[in-house]
């Protein structure tokens, strides 16, 4: 897409068919244009930035809708430039109808996120700001949004600055060198530089380590309840989201595809998956429902192993694992399920998060007794669930990494510091350091769009909504 940066651009920024929709307009023509067909107490042209006025929406004298125009005037608006916007009634026969008059009156049609992306050019905000614009509108949770709204206020692109203005710094003095390279003089002490790129490269380590919590955060936490067939998986399902997702019967296998729902769970989203039962069978259709669980389970985070047998021999239990082992960032708790029939002995809150690698011993240690049927217990799991994912560092303002571009970005940079660092241990000339450290500031300043390209601008703004 060819972006016309002088066009007045036009477009809902809320859904239609509501009781209001606002409708911005924003480029150097917005005032004049939206002062065609409203009619106030006096004209938008003559009043001052930050004002809401009350008027009318008029067609050649028929009175479209009654609204209120808020007017921005350039630098002060969301874009940086004239910026007007409309709170007019929901109807989508209304909010066409204003469209079409702005739109036969000179103004255009917004690409998906070109009102961000004008900001965005205007410098009103870096471009990880921008994106994180995008994952505050599309956060689902508190977690979520919290890791969005550090973002969009700029703490992770002060961050970023503090980082690359230190290497500038270190380049300048390097590349200061070589204008006097004839008479072999150093600027930069070498030990000093050194120490320098470390504190460096242990904060872009930091920052990049944060990605698994923040695309946890962001993306919602999985968790696999598995087991053999007919334990209560679904049962289980349907108790902690508290609505029957999952079909529940007594016949065993009845589960024989994946079935999600999410729950939100101190502010953290949960996306549980209930799997088929893993058994032996020559049905083709459980067979196919055994492989997808294997794939879940694959996937999960968290695995809730589900038996119906306080006294479950650790031998079965291993049996039952068949050829899955779990990574070094799952975490395996097992769930004993229907205490309602055998009772919950003297260990219904025993819980315990399983040591990896896990063997029949690991798992066989301590276990969490729960009648999904009633409800018994269920809150004791639920209490585990919240301390497997610990989102305080997001509420309390921390910078955490939620975007995979950047998470990349970051990987990248503490390669080129690896690199660095080497040239610095074996000596290697000013220039040749020099070109080392720019790398780091390149793939640095990708983050924020100081270094960026128009297919990477075009891509990221392609994935707003209209109107954003």
């Known amino acids: 897409m060819i972006y016309n940066d002088n066009d007045t651009i036009i477009a809902p920024a809320t859904p239609t068919g509501g009781a209001l929709c606002v409708i911005r307009l924003s480029g150097e023509r917005a005032i004049e244009l939206c002062d065609e067909v409203f009619e106030g107490r006096k004209r938008l042209a003559e009043s001052k930035t930050a004002t809401a006025h009350y008027g009318l929406i008029k067609d050649e004298g028929q009175v479209v809708d009654d609204v209120v125009v808020t007017l921005y005037r350039a630098p002060h608006s969301y874009t940086g430039e004239n910026s007007v916007e409309i709170s007019a009634h929901g109807s989508r026969y209304v909010v066409g109808r204003i469209l079409s008059l702005l739109l036969s009156r000179g103004a255009r049609l917004a690409e998906a996120g070109e009102f961000t992306r004008r900001a965005f050019l205007a410098g009103r905000m870096d471009l990880s700001q921008a994106e994180a614009v ?127 729902a999410v729950a939100n769970i101190d502010g953290v989203m949960f996306r549980f998956v209930d799997t088929a039962g893993l058994h032996s069978t020559d049905d ?18 968290i695995v809730l192993w589900i038996t119906d047998n306080a006294n479950f021999e650790e031998e079965d239990i291993m049996r039952e694992f068949g050829d899955f082992r779990p990574s070094d960032e799952q975490a395996i708790y097992r769930v004993v399920n229907k205490i309602d029939l ?80 080497s040239a610095m241990r074996e000596g290697l000339p000013s220039d040749l350091l020099s070109e080392e450290i720019r790398q780091v500031l390149y793939h640095l300043g990708s983050i924020t769009g100081e270094i960026s390209s128009e297919d990477i601008l075009q891509n990221i703004f392609s994935k707003f909504c209209i109107g954003k």
């Open 134 to 260: 995008a994952d505050v509108i599309a956060a689902d949770s508190r977690a979520s949004h919290a890791v969005a709204s550090t973002q969009m206020r700029g703490a992770y692109s002060e961050e970023l600055a503090a980082l690359r203005s230190k290497l500038l710094h270190i380049t300048s003095l390097l590349e200061l060198e070589l204008d006097f390279s004839e008479e072999d003089v150093e600027f930069a002490d070498r030990q000093e530089l050194a120490q320098l790129l470390d504190v460096v490269r242990d904060r872009v380590e930091s920052l990049q380590s944060s990605f698994r919590l923040g695309n946890v955060l962001k993306e919602g936490v999985t968790v696999a309840i598995a087991g053999r067939p007919n334990v209560g998986k679904s049962t289980l399902l349907n108790r902690l989201v508290g609505e029957d997702r999952a079909m529940v019967s007594d016949i065993a296998g009845t589960t024989r595809d994946t079935v999600e």
């Open 284 to 301: 083709v259709l459980e067979q196919m429902g055994i492989e997808r669980t294997a794939q879940a389970l694959k996937k999960a985070r």
């Open 342 to 421: 055998f009772g919950s002995g003297d260990c219904a809150t025993s819980v315990r998060d399983l040591n990896m690698p896990m063997s029949a011993t690991d798992i066989g240690r301590g276990a969490i007794r729960v009648s999904a049927k009633t409800g018994e217990g269920v809150e004791a799991l639920v209490e585990v669930l919240k301390l497997a994912v610990d989102a305080s560092a997001a509420y309390a303002g921390d910078v955490i990494v939620s975007n995979q571009r950047h998470y990349e970005a970051l990987t990248q940079a503490r390669e080129a510091l690896d690199a660095s660092l």
